[in-house]
């Protein structure tokens, strides 16, 4: 039997739509098509796409490429601080289920809006915060996450300082996703057995494809690497809890 796979995070990149160069970076582009290219023999059955830095505000991709991939796939939108109730619901109808802060690159809200935003966005919309950051930052935010109702971090928390931290916000439901092995600065075995021992619940695998800026790009033995380290509860990593707090789950 096929095992399946929900990618948790991965990019689209389409010129038909805006793009912003980010410190002097645009990347090469990498469509729906193509992305479902790479991901033809990996057991992908749904996923999400997330906003990058180059996208800034744009909607207009991210809407297009939920359309193009269908029911399985949901978003993660950069949204300014002046985004509208109306517009929150319009993206929520359209498949969006979260906000993204990057704090590590810039291209969405300052961090001076989380906590107004990020609650005004589950309030009306029911959508969840991401975060893009450095470990470095959490002891600053982990007053500010521990207060939204629903939060996920990227990329493993980028950096093994403040793992006390990290895995203190894990035991309060705060989920992690097991992605950007070529970019981040860790041992990722290591910090995945640490937060699987926190709490099963909290990884969500995903590609990262198409791996922009990572010294390493996305590959298959990632995937591997997962499985065999979480072993018999591989599949917790790997698809059940990223489809349930997607919602594309039971």
Do not use: C
């Not at 990498?30 to 830095?53: I, K």
């Amino acid at each position: 039997m096929t095992r399946q796979i929900f990618d948790s995070h991965f990019h689209i990149i389409d010129s038909r739509f805006p793009l912003v160069r980010n410190n002097g970076y645009l990347p090469p582009e990498f469509t729906v098509p193509d992305y479902l290219r790479a991901v033809s023999d990996l057991g992908v059955t749904g996923g999400v796409v997330v906003s990058g830095s180059f996208q800034a505000f744009d909607q207009s991709y991210l809407t297009d490429a939920l359309a193009t991939l269908g029911p399985m796939f949901v978003g993660v939108a950069n949204i300014a601080e002046t985004t509208s109730d109306d517009e929150l619901l319009r993206l929520a109808e359209t498949g969006v289920r979260g906000v993204r802060f990057n704090l590590y690159r810039g291209g969405s809200a300052e961090m001076e809006s989380v906590s107004s935003l990020g609650r005004r966005a589950w309030d009306v919309a029911g959508m969840h915060v991401e975060f893009y950051l450095d470990a470095n930052d959490l002891v600053e935010l982990e007053p500010v996450i521990t207060a939204l109702p629903k939060v996920s971090i990227d990329h493993l928390g980028m950096t093994s300082v403040h793992r006390d931290v990290l895995l203190r916000l894990v035991s309060h439901g705060v989920r992690v996703k097991a992605t950007g092995f070529g970019r981040v600065q860790l041992d990722v075995a290591s910090t995945i057995r640490e937060i699987h021992k926190e709490n099963p619940e909290a990884l969500m695998f995903g590609t990262d494809l198409p791996s922009t800026r990572a010294r390493v790009p996305f590959q298959p033995a990632d995937l591997e690497l997962v499985a065999d380290i979480l072993a018999d509860d591989a599949s917790l990593a790997l698809y059940d809890n990223g489809a349930r707090f997607y919602s594309l789950k039971a």
